[in-house]
């Protein structure tokens, strides 16, 4: 099975609210989402679920790859998003660092800025690593213990 | 300004996923959203930042309904959001409930389960109360210090 | 190795602030913390820190109990904790209830109330289940990759 | 009222497990504390709820530093810790970064190192700043609304 050609041919969630990847690396990964109104809140503002899912897509990513080779998958663990400052236009641009690189657990750092190059976000993301045995992790996953 | 009006004509990020709320109080709020290909991450599952985004959404409405009338506005703060159990498919299900009414904050829990009614996701929310001052909340928001 | 004795004889952090544990199963762990001067911090209130611990403590004691007869430790992967109401005086209590037993991680919530039953912070806390391979966790710990 | 008298004054929780702070601005504060057997838990680790505390004070403190000269007081919000690789021996240095000063909220950063440098724990941290109104802040504090 090609995992890299699954994840190249992946037309969901992260294509709907637009996240470009511009860099991805094992240890830093860089993208951004356009502002439009299908990423706002009632109130006009970026919605802090599109933050959330930006770091989320961007520290499984940059896990994925290094992990799939080796026949590991990449889960998301938990998502701590911080919001500072709300972005209400432009392009909301982020970064994820790796901070942590354990046998079963990896743990990132996003910042999420905006086109003045202000704070807006901080994420820590905890990404699982778990063997793929024979395929892609799904709900009968190795943590679902009950 | 006819706020109840602005949220309920709102088409912004929960209609892009999908979101459907089914309850609505200041002391709890429910809510779903159909499972489809357009809220998947590369591997079929139900992508992270969905949960994350309907977790904030519950929790933003919830305060935004009991403060509106009393001038104020609901921002989030913080979303810590731990991944227990990946949905595949059928419906994701959220409830809101609110552990804490602060002055300036509110908290949150949310439970997100699957169609069987296992405990897939848990949210922290918490939301900020503050002065709308003539508007809704921008980019010049209050706690927007440095 | 006899580890509940190991554990029925630690004389560390636990009893250095005062925890009295009162009821411990797999499912809740029930707990309190008289206060003193020596729990609080410079304004006179109980410290962030001892909550924080609180919760770590009775989290990790609930899960360790059940998985140490499979010859599985127990140790914290995340504290998020969150403060509502401060405590000023009396006694801490604490409430830890599992939300999710999972192959590699439990997940528990915590409940901080004071004298009156007033809710005065949660925490979350995400214990990781580590085969014990001879001995307890130690600094050579099966996550430490890099 | 000498609210720097107070601070250096102070005999509660953080000299009981043996904080030592070693520098203390508003853009970094750093600390340390001596590893003994009264800061460990039972596996002879030092205690998750030791890390957690270090991270509240040092947060805490750089904050208060900044704004008690204006009549506003420094409380905790939330602390969320993630532990990455665990400490037996030696000294856990501490370091706090600010990363967001707003009117209402401080949000800081605190990595957590070994004698060898390696990275820990890592610690984010939300300090509320309120008003001190007469006094340092109390369990009629301002956000204890219900």
């Known amino acids: 099975m090609d995992h890299e050609a699954l994840l190249r041919s992946y037309k969901g969630f992260d294509a709907l609210y637009g996240l470009q990847i511009l860099d991805c690396g094992d240890e830093s990964v860089r993208g951004r989402v356009p502002v439009r109104d299908e990423v706002r809140q009632p109130f006009g503002l970026v919605h802090g679920g599109v933050i959330a899912a930006i770091s989320e897509a961007l520290a499984s990513v940059g896990t994925a790859m290094a992990v799939l080779p080796e026949g590991n998958g990449a889960l998301g663990l938990s998502n701590q998003t911080s919001f500072l400052r709300p972005i209400a236009e432009g392009t909301v641009h982020a970064l994820a660092t790796r901070r942590h690189r354990g046998r079963t657990t990896w743990v990132w750092d996003v910042e999420i800025t905006d086109d003045a190059g202000r704070l807006c976000a901080l994420s820590r993301m905890t ?9 892609p992790p799904d709900a009968a996953s190795p943590d679902s213990g009950s």
Chains 1, 2, 3, 4 share one sequence.
């Open 127 to 135: 990404i699982a690593v778990r063997p793929l045995r024979g395929g």
